[in-house]
């Protein structure tokens, strides 16, 4: 049998691919694990979650790395692992530049391509930057186009995808969700910290636009939320990256309701989303998993790629001017009925956790008979 390569890159293609990789496992299919190391701890721990070990890992990333860099080391490298594994399917998943320089190397060797979370579509090529472009690039290049929701496979049929290789899974993240939520416990630290009645508010920042003075605003905005809610705290997982961390350090870290931390392992993650009051974030993935959690989430950028969130879940769309997302913050938090007429429309826009098993289901068909 030929073996399906899955290619995984960032904390976030971790979490989302783990349970294809999982159910590729339990049904006993032959696959490899492809890291390409774009990110480093962040995508260890995350793997480490899933007890997931990859059969390689490139090792790319460096200190201050560029587009350029990853896009090439990632095309390079990732070829040369293809030339010598062989397999019948590469798997990737969602929109980093690892999805993009995998599937290229992929398609220069006419292996079959399956896009995991493909389809999404924001309408601006440049919000999210590089991510539009990777997912569109991707798109074009792919077999096998796993479509999360109906209007992700509207997109797909609209660019000129052929519809009977489409499929609409759900989105893996809502199986990683389950799978983990099950068994999580609150971290220690945050129990030290937070007092066990406190309302909390979970922010996370770390998309490229937001670099800079996008984050002094909200950072802004947050201490203002602060001044008009003294029994609120704030809990903000620390991206790696210094230009991030030193204006949340410069802002919030000498204040004694702001919890300034590292990025926490997922299931960690997913108690403390799961304890919030309240999400503020510019990432796609916890969109989706704070629909699913029925948290209400604030939107930190001025379009989604994920529309589904804001009109059938619980996401309100505010931008990074601070009295907008002031405006919102408390108004959720302090009118009862307001946030409960946001989670009276919550339902499952990104379905009901199984994607994993209708995409292995399509690539088991293909390896044994050859068809789509």
């Known amino acids: 049998m030929s073996s399906i390569c899955c290619i995984i890159g960032t904390r976030p293609e971790a979490i989302k691919m783990a349970p294809v990789i999982m159910k590729l496992k339990e049904r006993d299919m032959p696959y490899y694990v492809l890291a390409t190391g774009q990110h480093t701890d962040l995508l260890t721990q995350a793997l480490k979650v899933f007890n997931i070990v990859p059969n390689c890992n490139l090792s790319i990333m460096k200190e201050k790395q560029s587009l350029d860099y990853i896009t090439s080391s990632v095309l390079t490298k990732v070829g040369e692992v293809l030339d010598n594994i062989r397999p019948g399917v590469v798997l990737v998943h969602g929109d980093t530049t690892t999805t993009f320089a995998s599937a290229l190397a ?7 391509i399956g896009h995991v979370e493909a389809g999404l579509r924001s309408g601006n090529m440049y919000l999210p930057f ?37 499929w609409v899974t ?37 998309r490229r636009e937001s670099w800079g003075e996008p984050l002094e605003a909200i950072c802004k905005a ?32 000498c204040h004694s309701r702001v919890i300034l931390c590292d990025a926490m392992e997922y299931d960690d993650f997913v108690w403390t989303m799961d304890r919030s009051s309240l999400i503020l974030t510019d990432s796609g993935g916890i969109q989706e998993e704070a629909t699913t959690l029925k948290k209400p989430v ?17 996401a309100l769309l505010a931008g990074r001017e601070p009295p907008k997302i002031i405006e919102l913050s408390l108004k959720i938090l302090r009118d009862d009925e307001f946030k409960a007429s ?21 690539l088991s068909n293909y390896i044994k008979t050859g068809k789509y």
């Not at 690039?137 to 290789?165: Q, V």
């Not at 339902?347 to 399509?362: H, L, N, Q, T, W």
């Open 298 to 314: 604030i939107i930190l950028r001025d379009v989604t790629e994920r529309p589904e969130a804001v009109s059938s879940g619980t």
């Open 222 to 253: 947050l201490m203002q939320i602060l001044d008009d809610l003294p029994e609120l705290y704030v809990v903000v997982p620390m991206h790696k990256n210094p230009l991030v961390r030193e204006i949340w350090q410069k802002h919030l870290g």
């Open 342 to 362: 946001i989670l009276a429309k919550a339902g499952s826009p990104f379905g009901e956790g199984r994607a994993a098993e209708i995409i292995v289901d399509v």
């Open 106 to 112: 992929a398609f220069y060797r006419k292996v079959k």
């Open 130 to 166: 590089p991510e539009e472009a990777n997912r569109i690039m991707t798109d074009r290049l792919a077999t096998f186009w796993f479509a999360p929701t109906k209007l992700a496979r509207e997109n797909l049929i609209n660019d000129g995808c052929d519809p009977s290789r489409i």
């Open 170 to 206: 759900g989105n893996t993240v809502v199986d990683a969700l389950m799978a983990v939520k099950k068994a999580t416990r609150a971290p220690k630290f945050l129990l030290d910290k937070l007092p066990a009645d406190a309302p909390m508010l979970l922010a996370t920042v770390h």
